[in-house]
């Protein structure tokens, strides 16, 4: 099956700075790759998602980009704030099991004032 | 947007009893229904699927006779714990696929925290 792996599990960086959040998969046929964002106590939240025929998606502040040779995706957070520390999550779908997500093991953000 | 509910946000129970939850599409439709289960700082692991009238489809490892699923209307699924104990206390979310929509599109919802006495 599916294999989805995330690194880093904790990343802190100063207010403003960049952050960068990496995930690779291991089934080529996996062709939907969303990221969600999670505040304590609650459920996920899609913030960004890719399909396999793009290789780069922008909104805003947040980009995600993949690469399918190297099976691999990121998630790129600009003049990050304060209200971006949370938990990330990726994840990866796969037709051949009925679009089922299969998720990372999460990032832990801390946005330092 | 999709909206999906859940209720309780959260439950405590003494061992031994049974939980209900519920997870509701509030706008739309959904065919899918998707339950997991998130131990603290741990990530989500799938327990079962569940399509509206038909029997849900449980991960290998998650007993169906412990955690009943139920999926009876396009916009309504539930999940029993039946007989809780202390080790199935975890935060629950459920997802919804929509009807209508792009086929790998998941909607979730808030959570519920079940803790076992």
């Known amino acids: 099956g599916e294999n989805v792996e995330q690194h880093p599990s904790t990343l802190s960086v100063q207010e403003g700075d960049s952050a960068v959040i990496k995930c690779t998969y291991s089934d080529s046929a996996s062709n939907y790759f969303p990221w969600y964002k999670q505040e304590l106590g609650k459920g996920p939240q899609l913030i960004i998602d890719?399909?396999?025929?793009?290789g780069e998606k922008k909104d805003q502040r947040i980009a995600v980009t993949l690469n399918k040779t190297a099976k691999h995706f990121s998630l790129h957070i600009t003049e990050t704030q304060p209200e971006d520390s949370a938990v990330y999550f990726c994840?990866?779908?796969?037709?051949?099991?009925?679009?089922?997500?299969?998720f990372g093991t999460g990032t832990s953000l801390t946005v330092i004032p | 947007g999709a909206v999906v509910s859940q209720h309780p946000s959260w439950v405590i129970c003494k061992s031994g009893t049974s939980v209900k939850i519920e997870c509701r599409s509030l706008?739309?439709?959904?065919?899918?229904m998707f339950w997991y289960r998130q131990f603290p700082k741990q990530s989500l692991m799938l327990m079962a699927t569940s399509n509206e009238g038909s029997k849900a489809t449980y991960e290998q490892g998650v007993e169906k006779d412990k955690f009943l699923i139920n999926h009876a209307s396009l916009t309504l699924s539930t999940l029993t714990v039946t007989s809780a104990h202390p080790e199935d206390s975890s935060f629950y979310i459920c997802?919804?696929?929509?009807?209508?929509?792009?086929?790998?599109?998941?909607?979730f919802g808030p959570g519920t925290r079940l803790t076992v006495l």
């Open positions: 706008d739309f439709q959904a065919t899918t």
């Open positions: 997802s919804a696929r929509l009807l209508a929509g792009v086929d790998y599109e998941q909607f």
């Open positions: 994840a990866a779908s796969n037709p051949n099991t009925g679009n089922q997500f299969y």
């Open positions: 890719i399909r396999s025929n793009v």
